[in-house]
Nanobody
Protein backbone atom coordinates (compact mmCIF):
# COMPACT_ATOMS: atom_id res chain seq x y z
CA UNK A 1 0.00 0.00 0.00
CA UNK A 2 1.07 3.53 -0.74
CA UNK A 3 0.08 6.51 1.35
CA UNK A 4 -0.01 9.91 -0.32
CA UNK A 5 -0.09 13.36 1.24
CA UNK A 6 -0.61 16.46 -0.89
CA UNK A 7 0.38 19.97 0.07
CA UNK A 8 0.77 23.39 -1.48
CA UNK A 9 -2.79 24.28 -2.36
CA UNK A 10 -4.19 27.71 -1.70
CA UNK A 11 -5.74 30.84 -3.11
CA UNK A 12 -3.97 32.63 -5.95
CA UNK A 13 -4.84 35.30 -8.48
CA UNK A 14 -5.28 34.50 -12.13
CA UNK A 15 -1.92 34.56 -13.85
CA UNK A 16 -0.12 33.50 -10.71
CA UNK A 17 1.73 30.32 -9.88
CA UNK A 18 1.44 27.55 -7.37
CA UNK A 19 3.48 24.44 -6.64
CA UNK A 20 1.87 21.30 -5.33
CA UNK A 21 3.77 18.50 -3.64
CA UNK A 22 2.84 14.89 -3.02
CA UNK A 23 4.87 12.76 -0.65
CA UNK A 24 4.52 8.99 -0.89
CA UNK A 25 5.23 6.43 1.79
CA UNK A 26 4.67 2.73 2.30
CA UNK A 27 5.16 0.39 -0.66
CA UNK A 28 6.73 3.05 -2.83
CA UNK A 29 8.94 0.46 -4.52
CA UNK A 30 5.87 -0.85 -6.30
CA UNK A 31 4.94 2.46 -7.91
CA UNK A 32 4.91 2.52 -11.67
CA UNK A 33 3.78 6.11 -12.06
CA UNK A 34 2.29 9.04 -10.20
CA UNK A 35 -0.21 11.54 -11.42
CA UNK A 36 -2.44 14.47 -10.64
CA UNK A 37 -6.18 14.72 -11.11
CA UNK A 38 -8.60 17.49 -10.24
CA UNK A 39 -12.28 17.78 -9.55
CA UNK A 40 -14.76 20.65 -9.47
CA UNK A 41 -18.43 20.60 -8.45
CA UNK A 42 -20.59 19.23 -11.22
CA UNK A 43 -17.72 17.65 -13.11
CA UNK A 44 -16.03 14.28 -13.04
CA UNK A 45 -12.52 13.96 -11.76
CA UNK A 46 -10.26 14.80 -14.67
CA UNK A 47 -6.71 13.97 -15.57
CA UNK A 48 -4.11 16.72 -15.22
CA UNK A 49 -0.63 15.23 -15.51
CA UNK A 50 1.35 12.06 -14.94
CA UNK A 51 4.96 10.98 -14.73
CA UNK A 52 6.47 7.51 -14.98
CA UNK A 53 8.62 6.73 -11.99
CA UNK A 54 11.59 5.09 -13.66
CA UNK A 55 12.17 7.06 -16.85
CA UNK A 56 10.29 10.33 -16.17
CA UNK A 57 7.99 10.05 -19.15
CA UNK A 58 5.36 12.76 -18.76
CA UNK A 59 1.92 13.47 -20.12
CA UNK A 60 -0.44 16.42 -19.71
CA UNK A 61 -4.04 17.27 -20.33
CA UNK A 62 -4.48 19.63 -23.26
CA UNK A 63 -6.00 22.23 -20.97
CA UNK A 64 -2.79 22.59 -18.95
CA UNK A 65 -0.13 21.78 -21.52
CA UNK A 66 2.49 24.50 -21.68
CA UNK A 67 1.47 25.94 -18.31
CA UNK A 68 1.96 23.04 -15.91
CA UNK A 69 4.99 20.86 -15.36
CA UNK A 70 5.36 17.66 -13.39
CA UNK A 71 8.55 16.38 -11.84
CA UNK A 72 9.71 13.81 -9.34
CA UNK A 73 12.35 13.17 -6.72
CA UNK A 74 12.93 9.43 -6.50
CA UNK A 75 15.02 9.69 -3.34
CA UNK A 76 12.24 11.53 -1.54
CA UNK A 77 9.40 9.61 -3.19
CA UNK A 78 7.83 12.93 -3.99
CA UNK A 79 6.12 14.31 -7.07
CA UNK A 80 5.59 17.99 -7.81
CA UNK A 81 3.13 19.88 -9.95
CA UNK A 82 4.29 23.35 -10.91
CA UNK A 83 1.33 25.40 -12.07
CA UNK A 84 1.98 28.64 -13.93
CA UNK A 85 -0.28 31.16 -15.64
CA UNK A 86 -3.18 29.92 -13.59
CA UNK A 87 -6.70 30.47 -14.85
CA UNK A 88 -10.00 30.57 -13.02
CA UNK A 89 -10.84 27.30 -14.75
CA UNK A 90 -7.95 25.62 -12.93
CA UNK A 91 -9.85 25.92 -9.67
CA UNK A 92 -10.55 22.57 -8.10
CA UNK A 93 -9.62 19.92 -5.61
CA UNK A 94 -6.34 18.41 -6.75
CA UNK A 95 -5.60 14.77 -6.01
CA UNK A 96 -2.31 12.99 -6.14
CA UNK A 97 -2.42 9.35 -7.23
CA UNK A 98 -0.02 6.43 -7.55
CA UNK A 99 -0.17 3.52 -9.94
CA UNK A 100 1.33 0.14 -9.06
CA UNK A 101 -0.02 -1.74 -12.08
CA UNK A 102 -0.92 -0.26 -15.42
CA UNK A 103 -4.10 -1.70 -16.84
CA UNK A 104 -5.23 1.39 -18.76
CA UNK A 105 -3.69 4.59 -19.99
CA UNK A 106 -2.15 6.74 -17.29
CA UNK A 107 -4.76 9.41 -17.98
CA UNK A 108 -7.40 6.97 -16.72
CA UNK A 109 -8.40 6.90 -13.06
CA UNK A 110 -8.60 3.12 -13.20
CA UNK A 111 -4.83 2.88 -13.59
CA UNK A 112 -4.31 4.30 -10.10
CA UNK A 113 -4.81 2.36 -6.89
CA UNK A 114 -3.64 4.87 -4.27
CA UNK A 115 -5.04 8.35 -3.74
CA UNK A 116 -4.35 11.30 -1.49
CA UNK A 117 -7.01 13.31 0.30
CA UNK A 118 -6.72 16.25 -2.06
CA UNK A 119 -5.60 19.83 -1.76
CA UNK A 120 -7.76 22.78 -2.75
CA UNK A 121 -6.60 25.19 -5.43
CA UNK A 122 -8.66 28.33 -5.89
CA UNK A 123 -7.86 30.85 -8.61
CA UNK A 124 -9.48 34.25 -8.29
CA UNK A 125 -10.13 36.72 -11.10
Amino acid sequence: QVQLVESGGGLVQAGGSLRLSCAASGRTFSMNAMGWFRQTPGKEREFVATISWSVSTTSFADSVKGRFTISRDNAKNTVYLQMNSLKFEDTGLYYCAASSARWYGLDDRRSYDSWGQGTQVTVSS
